[in-house]
């Protein structure tokens, strides 16, 4: 037997005594059943394997897990399947406060209805737990398959929502982020292309000494956008600077005031690097924006003292003083081709490819 098989085998073994002993009380409703680390240790197996199954557990609702408080038994018995048969696909997100997110739900909904595909949509706020646990349960509901549009905001929640995403039941695409080995294609934007596309665009009129400024480094995309710019220096003769590289790996999304966190990390860089660099390249436009604000503050005049692009070409880009110039985005398309994909999988018919990406284009404004 493989060790994949040995696993799998592992872990059905666990899923299926803990469901016994919250069916028969052992567990009893309201209580919190013991940790992973404790189970880890009865089981003899991975803690990975018992995550998994405890997963499980989420996905038919009988428990749930929160941070810093374990999991709770809150349910011992298991919902029928067939409660409510909406016969659909579902798109999840975080919030439609978000531009981008919106624009990709969009795409997504034209393409179902263009197949006569019926669909819904449910925003599920940043609780990663919270909306694993809603992903879990759309099967109560004869949900044929979801796209989901995450955002993981460090490294642990990664691990959490890798865990969800394995022990999901039903065929899964996820939008705007590629975890290699999941089984479970992608939809994703070329950052490569958009980071090289920005800093070739900036190396042309005539900067020299480029930045690059970005949050949520820990995420895949921002990391391939960061090589895009690597490349573009390169191809023209231009060694990195380190000391104009910000990479700040985590976030705290606020979808109300999303230019808040970037204009604090741009006061920031600017006061820290002001009259070395005479060029930013921004790993998003909330972030460019916020960097626009900052320098107009210290009184950089732009784009002559300093030159900043963006990747998105969100609203707030073209309403920019000065108008920003930026990699345009085309979100819509990345939720028809995220539908494509998943209609694809709910028919029967596996992916060719595990990632498809998205190219976008420059849109040159003002600011550089």
């Not at 872990?11 to 005594?17: K, R, S």
């Not at 029928?80 to 975080?94: E, G, Q, R, V």
């Not at 320098?295 to 732009?302: E, H, I, P």
């Not at 596996?350 to 420059?362: F, Y």
Request: proline letters at 5%; aromatic letters at 8%.
């Amino acid at each position: 037997m493989s060790l994949q098989a040995e696993s799998y085998t592992k872990q059905d073994f666990v899923y299926e005594e803990l469901l016994r002993r919250i069916q028969t009380g052992i567990f009893p409703i309201d209580r919190h059943i013991p940790t992973e680390l404790e189970l880890t240790a009865e089981f003899q197996c991975s803690r990975g394997t018992v995550g998994r199954a405890i997963m499980r557990l989420v996905q038919e609702g009988l428990v749930v897990r929160k941070p810093h408080d374990g999991t709770r038994v809150v349910r011992n018995s298991i919902f029928s399947k067939t409660a409510l048969n909406l016969d659909a696909c579902a798109f999840i997100y975080p919030s439609d406060q978000h531009e981008g997110i919106w624009r990709t739900v969009r795409g997504f909904q034209k393409e179902a209805h263009l197949v006569k595909r019926r669909m819904l949509t449910l925003s599920t706020g940043t609780d990663y737990r919270q909306e694993a646990e809603i992903v879990g349960r759309l099967c109560e509901f004869n949900v044929k398959g979801a796209a989901l549009f995450p955002v993981i905001t460090n490294p642990t929640e990664m691990a959490y929502y890798s865990r969800m995403i394995l022990a999901c039941p039903f065929p899964v695409v996820l939008v705007e982020l590629a975890i290699p080995g999941m089984g479970r294609p992608s939809v994703v934007v070329d950052g490569l292309h958009a980071g090289y596309t920005m800093t070739k665009h900036l190396v042309q009129r005539g900067a020299r000494r480029i930045g690059f400024l970005a949050h949520y480094a820990a995420a895949p995309f921002i990391r391939d956008r960061y090589l895009g710019y690597r490349q573009a220096l390169e191809a023209a003769g231009i060694v990195e600077n380190k000391e104009w590289v910000t990479l700040v790996p985590d976030m705290n999304p606020n979808f109300e005031n999303p230019t808040a966190e970037p204009a604090a990390l741009a006061r920031n860089y600017l006061e820290k690097n002001r009259g070395q660099i005479d060029a930013v390249v921004c790993a998003s436009d909330f972030i460019a924006v916020g960097l626009i604000q900052e320098a107009k503050a210290m009184g950089l005049r732009l784009p002559d003292d300093l030159k900043i692009t963006g990747v998105d070409d969100y609203t707030l880009a073209s309403a920019a003083s000065p108008a920003l110039t930026t990699y345009r985005v085309p979100y819509e398309m990345l939720g028809g081709k995220a539908f494509e994909i998943l209609n694809a999988q709910m028919s029967g018919n596996s992916p060719a490819v595990t990632e498809v990406q998205v190219r976008g284009e420059i849109v040159v404004r003002e600011s550089a």
